[in-house]
């Protein structure tokens, strides 16, 4: 239960500015081709639907691509239970194959949601992103960012490798430091720039969620609801963005 919670809080902040963004994207669609119902998304290492089922249940149309078989099969289930089996397709491939599995310029949103720090080149992800997003399109990232680890292994007491994440290129803290890479604010917005991206909003994600106790927000009342509204209230402010554990950005293409 209170894990649930704390994930609840962990996605409201994005889900809620992602529906935004297609909700822009549904509008200019139907004043272009108003018979068209829906949007055509594509979920770049979407695993089991988590974003894409409750996307299908709203009438979008989401092709999910993802290497993992056993994802994609409880993707199935879950869509099948939902009764959105024909509005969702699971196809195995990574962000290389994009272009070719999804088809170029075929969508009108992509989410690509903690798969930029695991693939073997993101600057060729982000061009492949972009090949198969039609004009205008939305593009919904997810980062881990680099400033949120120096600080946890900092406050955990581990400051060696607090020093080594701040200074290394790919934000890890050390060899056995299980995520590949990290991202700044500065050094990822200049990369979807050199993509052909329009950064429109950035927010912080998980600023407070992570640090928070567990016994708190489990038995507080009202705490889980408090707790998402002081991440909704800091998810824009520089200072709090800055050390949040992951980044959300909307961007155009």
Do not use: Y
């Not at 809080?9 to 669609?29: I, Y």
């Not at 994609?72 to 994009?98: F, K, P, T, Y």
């Amino acid at each position: 239960m209170v894990e649930r919670r704390r994930r609840s809080v962990r996605t409201a902040l994005v889900g809620e500015a992602l529906r935004a963004a297609l909700a822009g994207r549904e509008q200019t669609d139907h004043a272009t081709e108003p018979e068209r119902a829906g949007l055509d998304i594509v979920d770049l290492g979407g695993g089991t639907g988590g974003f894409a089922v409750p996307l299908a249940v709203e009438g979008h149309r989401v092709t999910v691509v993802d290497p993992s078989p056993d994802a994609l099969a409880s993707l199935e289930r879950r869509a099948r239970d939902e009764g959105v089996s024909e509005l969702i397709r699971g196809v195995q491939g990574d962000a290389a194959e994009l272009p070719g599995l999804a088809g170029e310029s075929s969508a009108d949103a992509v989410l690509c949601h903690g798969v930029l720090e695991v693939v073997d080149d993101p600057v060729q992800a982000l061009q492949a992103m972009a090949s198969v997003l039609r004009e205008g399109g939305v593009l919904s990232l997810l980062v881990a960012q680099r400033n949120a680890v120096v600080l946890a292994r900092a406050l955990a007491g581990h400051l060696a490798e607090a020093r080594i994440a701040l200074q290394d290129p790919d934000g890890r803290w050390g060899a056995t430091d299980p995520m590949p890479r990290r991202f700044d604010e500065a050094g990822i917005t200049g990369q979807l720039a050199d993509a052909g991206f329009k950064v429109q909003t950035v927010h912080g994600v998980r600023t407070f969620a992570d640090l928070v106790p567990s016994a708190f927000v489990d038995s507080e009342p009202g705490a889980a609801d408090s707790l998402a509204e002081l991440e909704r209230a800091a998810s824009r402010h520089p200072a709090f963005r800055a050390l949040a554990t992951q980044l959300h950005i909307l961007a155009t293409h």
